[in-house]
């Protein structure tokens, strides 16, 4: 391949084009083997890294716009060479030719297995965390501004919407009719969070602070020693009541409680990786606003999985209904997958204040951040209601998405068959344009080239399917380094296993050399050690040294393995008690939505009993020699 310091990535490809032709030889023979890899290290001169991570993934969205929409894919328009009399690519032709018309359109017999192999090859790198320029940092920042601009001129239906709904009669039963008035679904979805929310407590909330850092820049345990909460956090949520453990507590801290500040400050815009096609912006809440967003947040989802009217309809927890809505839709097209763009940009301030009871939106807006700070220091006020960061973001986005939606809903039916996972909606398809309508009428924006409303191709949740086959790619995100990293050496360990599993056997090889190469020895799984460990390891890669534990009765090996540094830092007595009364009791839960590859459980050290002394940093793990 191309002799780059990408060499190890371009043998990857090599790979798995090989494991292409060895189970796929009738169709990708040698021929087809060699002038593949001669064109791919052509573009990889001519485009560079690019190619993998760019162009081929474009690739791999025209076909699935094709299968989703029955939009035609045109070969020349993506930048690949046509087949004779064809829109189709040369480039992977033979299993294009499976899939697709040569003008296009999707086959009626649509081969699954040549579909799953060009988006396995087409999507491998999508996702590849590389450095990303100043220009795209700030294309994303433009971004966040003008989604404020636009949803702020919003604001003058959703006044006309509040006062057109004032007017209707508050006590006329619920009639399903199909595309109802705005007005009409604005009532509607009043009745049904009215619903929701008419049994919920909002004091009935244990605060806590999130995992991710703050606009007040305050270390880990610092948060626990108030210096500024809100003016209007105490209105709803005082002081003596939220931020102390007792009434001693506030007599003790009377002191430093008269100095505590009620300022109302910014959140803080931070851009963090993403992938190569930019950074992700999130917004850093300040502390006191995370501490109460985090309580009602972990009390809501509570709430909102286990009440009848919403527990079959609206998750948070569990991506598994969605994800099996995606299998089904592909195999009788019965449901369609709708995705939204922006989905947490662009639920405004006003559009919760039009749908949510009035009650409801005193206690979420009390622990909103109403401006934020961009990188650049300028202060922008926030028309939406709560940026990706915030606690709040999530669970009012489904909500929001599902009152819509079954509000809309022209039968009882439809209600039932609607599905939403923050911005991920499964649908009925007969109800899928008319869902469409209504939620870009409230401001939302569907994602109409990741949204599925024809054919047999779905995606949702992670999950990709077609005609009821899995299609979902394995897609690598942590760029490899030929020097030790953790992140590096687990991250690998699953791509393997992942490879592996989906019989990429020369690929799976090729992972496994490249790790011994940098990090000696690998365990295998069959030595059943609580480690980072491999499907199968050839006997001279494997570790050598090994000993006999009498203790535990068992034979230990000296592997690698994970180990996150703890940090022991002894607070004030009462701030101690303060985090064991909001931690100490509540099960480790993980910020990251699942993915398809994931790393292994026991990746993580042994879990030690919780002490209200020790810390552990974020992404500060390091590689060990252990015993195991």
């Known amino acids: 391949m191309v002799p780059n310091k990408r060499q190890d990535e371009h043998k990857l490809i090599a790979a798995f084009l090989n494991d292409i032709h060895m189970s796929h030889g009738v169709v990708f023979n040698t021929r087809s083997l060699r002038l593949t890899l001669k064109k791919v290290e052509s573009r990889l001169r001519s485009e560079g890294f690019g190619f993998l991570t760019k162009t081929l993934p474009r690739l791999g969205k025209a076909l699935d716009k094709a299968l989703a929409s029955q939009t035609p894919l045109s070969a020349t328009a993506l930048g690949f060479k046509p087949q004779r009399g064809s829109e189709l690519p040369i480039f992977m032709g033979e299993f294009f030719s499976r899939v697709l ?21 087409c999507y491998l790198f999508y996702k590849y965390e590389l450095p990303y320029s100043a220009e795209l940092e700030q294309n994303v920042i433009d971004k966040f501004v003008k989604t404020e601009s636009d949803i702020s001129n919003l604001s003058g239906l959703f006044e006309s919407l509040t006062q057109a709904a004032l007017l209707r009669n508050a006590d006329r039963p619920i009639r399903l009719k199909p595309n109802m008035a705005p007005v009409d679904v604005v009532r509607e979805a009043r009745i049904l969070l009215y619903k929701v929310f008419q049994d919920f407590d909002f004091r009935d909330i244990v605060p806590s602070h999130g995992p991710g850092a703050v606009a007040t820049r305050q270390q880990l345990w610092s948060k626990y020693e108030w210096t500024n ?8 949520y005082p002081l003596d009541e939220y931020f102390y453990t007792s009434l001693t507590h506030v007599a003790d801290s009377i002191p430093s409680l008269n100095q505590v500040k009620d300022e109302d400050l910014p959140a803080r815009v931070i851009l963090v990786p993403k992938d190569s096609r930019g950074p992700r912006l999130i917004s850093c809440e300040p502390v006191d606003y995370q501490w109460i967003q985090q309580g009602i947040m972990r009390r809501l989802v509570q709430h909102i999985e286990e009440l009848e009217l919403t527990k079959f309809n609206v998750f948070f927890t569990n991506q598994q209904p969605n994800q099996f809505g995606a299998l089904l839709g592909s195999r009788t097209g019965r449901y369609v997958t709708l995705d939204l763009n922006e989905a947490s940009d662009r639920v405004s301030v006003g559009l919760v204040r039009l749908l949510f009871p009035p009650h409801v939106c005193e206690y979420l807006e009390c622990c909103r951040s109403s401006a934020t700070v961009l990188p650049n220091g300028k202060v922008i006020p926030l028309q939406k209601f709560a940026p990706m960061g915030s606690a709040l973001c999530f669970p009012i986005l489904a909500l929001t998405v599902w009152a819509i939606l079954t509000a809309a809903a022209p039968d009882a039916d439809t209600r039932e068959s609607i599905l939403v996972y923050g911005d991920d909606v499964i649908a009925p398809s007969a109800y899928a344009v008319n869902a469409i309508e209504q939620l870009e009428t409230f401001g939302l924006k569907v994602n109409r080239d990741k949204s599925c409303t024809a054919g047999f191709f779905r995606e949702s949740c992670g999950t990709d399917a077609f005609k009821g086959a899995s299609v979902t790619p394995v897609r690598l995100r942590t760029p490899w380094s030929s020097s030790p990293s953790p992140e590096v050496y687990t991250s690998w360990i699953a791509y393997a296993n992942a490879m592996h599993a989906r019989k990429y056997f020369n690929c799976y090889d090729q992972i496994v050399r490249m790790l011994h190469l940098v990090y000696g020895a690998v365990p295998a799984k069959d030595m059943q050690l609580a480690c980072p460990s491999l499907v199968e390891v050839p006997e001279y890669m494997r570790p050598r040294i090994s000993r006999t534990n009498r203790r535990l009765q068992k ?74």
Do not use: N
């Open 101 to 121: 018309h040569p003008t296009g359109t999707v086959l009626p017999d649509a081969c699954a297995d040549s579909i799953r192999v060009i988006r396995d090859f």
């Open 229 to 236: 909460v809100s003016s209007r956090i105490r209105q709803k």
């Open 555 to 628: 034979r230990q090996w000296r592997v690698l393995d994970i180990k996150a540094p703890i940090i022991r830092h002894e607070m004030p007595g009462w701030s101690m008690l303060l985090r064991f009364f909001t931690e100490g009791a509540r099960p480790p839960t993980s910020d990251r939505k699942p993915t398809l590859v994931t790393r292994d459980q026991h990746l993580i050290e042994d879990v030690a009993p919780f002490s209200v002394r020790s810390y552990t940093r974020r992404k500060t793990s390091k590689l060990v020699m252990r015993w195991r």
